[in-house]
């Protein structure tokens, strides 16, 4: 059966999948229904502002309407995400399927760990299982948005680096005013490398 998503690149099923490996830590039989909702939260957060809206709505449009598969050992048929777009395939596979599966992944959490009845929030205690104090959820939290953060620098300077390909891409961060190259952000003037967290360049 299709899955019922809104208009976006990555969809449940790959969150979870992944294809080839598991961009974020679920279970393979996790509900997919428990992370839907927030996939068009996460991209709006982190993939549109990253991609641009040109490029993002693009690639949206050339996306295979199936889940993606590279896996030829889980049973299903071998699937590109871009079967028609061979640039594009090699930016999801290399990064964006990583990068957007982590992105839905930190959008939910919260939603994951916490839930809430009529008197209040709680955390699961299950026969399987033990919710984890809140601290090791910030944990979590704070060790995804780094990696994100990375990920985001390391996206743009492949971008950069082939531009050629991509042409719809927002060249803002490839062009920017006092540098020499595609080192820094065209807003922050920052290192495209450095976090707000640890102030180093990767």
């Not at 099923?13 to 961009?23: D, K, L, P, Q």
């Not at 090699?90 to 399927?97: A, G, I, M, N, R």
């Not at 994951?112 to 919710?131: P, V, W």
Request: with cysteine; aromatic share 10%; glycine share 6%.
């Amino acid at each position: 059966m299709a899955e019922i998503t809104a208009d976006t690149i990555i969809i449940p099923s790959e969150v979870i999948n992944g294809g080839t490996f598991r961009a974020a830590p679920l279970e393979a039989r996790f509900d997919q229904q428990l992370i839907a909702p927030h996939v068009q939260d996460a991209e709006l957060r982190w993939t549109l502002p990253l991609l641009g809206r040109a490029m993002y709505q693009d690639m949206i449009s050339k996306k295979s309407p199936n889940s993606s598969n590279y896996n030829p050992d889980n049973g299903q048929p071998l699937q590109d995400k871009f079967p028609n777009d061979t640039n594009y395939e090699t930016l999801w596979t290399q990064f964006l399927l990583s990068f957007s599966g982590k992105a839905v992944f930190l959008q939910a959490l919260p939603y994951l760990t916490f839930k809430t009845g009529s008197n209040g929030a709680f955390i699961n205690d299950t026969t399987y299982g033990t919710g984890q104090p809140i601290d090791e959820t910030k944990k979590i939290k704070d060790a995804l948005t780094q990696t994100l953060i990375m990920l985001q620098g390391r996206i743009k300077e492949f971008l950069c680096d082939n531009i050629d390909d991509y042409p719809l891409y927002d060249d803002c961060n490839c062009k920017c005013k006092n540098c020499n190259s595609y080192d820094c952000d065209c807003n922050s003037g920052k290192n495209i490398y450095s976090t707000p967290n640890f102030g180093v360049i990767f």
